[in-house]
């Protein structure tokens, strides 16, 4: 028989083995605890970043987020004082963010009203999505007009492209006027030259074609069912062209026949400058038989570089300055478009009459009257929509008259920056309202805000 001592010995033992097996079996279920704890935190906070993260992308590529309006366009003054600079900057930060897909880019809207308008406007045969269009300048090298369509215009306007390339005017070239909210150009219409101009366009086509499983031939004859400019339905890539600025008044015509061949594939409207301020002489081939000439020349030239290869040319139209505003000046340029066979006329550029741009009762600061003051550059800006409409009113009325058969596009553009512009320019006689000034100063939303302010005019006008 065991004896006393060793039987509590053995309880002994046996109390401290259950003892630790069940302070181990305590350990492990508290260990096991804090791991679950851990990992639903951990899973809570990847999920909010995640979302957070897909909110914020939204949020900031949407263009009709107040991002792009009241904090863009400051920065990019404030942290640019030279107005060139801003507009390299932002043109290389728009290339960047598309080739990305993290640019700005307008939506549909999450419960769109049933009332609202239809904004579709039919150009040329082509029915457009809506009659908001982006001007030239703004994409001078045709870098970026995939985004500029992603920021809601129904047209979009690349150039001015000139035969050979060149610099433009010296730096500083390009001034802002904030207190009118205008700006002064004298670019001198700065340009990577037609050749490299239609490589770029070439190249685009391409990569649209490789993705819809197509070849080049497919896109240009038609068959791909987008229009051979834009690539998108219901959109218009309107390309610019001018001539060089060392080329004399009679060798113009073949600068601007030159163009005329090398990009008229690409384009789904070819648009000849002869009103830019900033190239000596320009502006003098507006005047009667000499545009009719001119016309005629970029014409035959788009028609023959394209046939064969395109079902149908594009369509021509000619840009007229702000400044020929007298009747004959107009009946004058309405003959050398009907003369001619081009397919319309865009109303507008910058004017050199800068001091009379400055609004009744607006004070503007002696550097901005410096500025207005000097002999060179253009003005565009709000102030300029008055002159706009006129002269929208003026080429609708003699494009219109009964001698002339069939009836003539009108672009206008100059000075516009809301809905309410952009309805009363339409109801004038124009097809497309065109901003420029307008989005460098409202930012990218400013095409999705103007629609949206147009649908409550026209709703407005409806209900009275």
Known sequence: MSSPLLRSRTALQSLRSRSTTCNSTRRYASTSSTSTGGGFRLFAYGSATLVGAVVGYIYVTDTRSAFHHYLVPPALRALFPDAEDAHHFGTAALKSLYSLGLHPRERARL????????????????????????????????????????????????????????????????????????????????????????????????????????????????????????????????????????????????????????????????????????????????????????????????RASTKGIRATPPKVMVKVSPDEDSDAQVKDIVRAVWESGVDGVIVGNTTRRKMQAIPAGVPVTNREKGILMMADGGFSGPSMYGRTLDLVKKYRKWLDVPSFKGKKVIFATGGITNGKEAAEIREAGADVAMVYTGLVYGGSGTVTRIKDEMRREIKGDKKE
């Open 111 to 302: 419960s769109p009203d049933p009332s609202d308008p239809n904004l579709s406007a039919e150009v040329f045969g082509v029915k457009l999505d809506n009659p908001i269009g982006i001007s030239a300048g703004l994409d001078k090298d045709a870098d970026i007009p995939d985004a500029l369509f992603a920021l809601g215009a129904g047209v979009v306007e690349v150039g001015g492209c000139t035969p050979k390339p060149q610099p433009g005017n010296p730096k500083p070239r390009v001034w802002r006027v904030p207190s009118i909210e205008g700006m002064v150009n004298c670019y001198g219409l700065n340009s990577v030259g037609a050749d490299a101009m239609a490589m770029k366009l070439r190249q685009r086509l391409r990569v649209y074609a490789h993705s819809q499983g197509l070849e080049e031939e497919d896109v240009l004859s038609g068959n791909a069912g987008v229009p051979v400019g834009s690539l998108t339905p219901g959109r218009l890539l309107l390309v610019q062209v001018a001539k060089n600025k060392e080329t004399p008044e009679k060798d113009a015509v073949a600068d601007y026949a030159y163009c005329a061949s090398r990009l008229a594939q690409y384009a789904d409207v070819l648009v000849v400058n002869v009103s830019s301020p900033n190239t000596a002489g320009l502006r003098d081939l507006q005047s009667g038989d000499k545009l009719v000439g001119l016309l005629d020349a970029v014409v035959g030239a788009v």
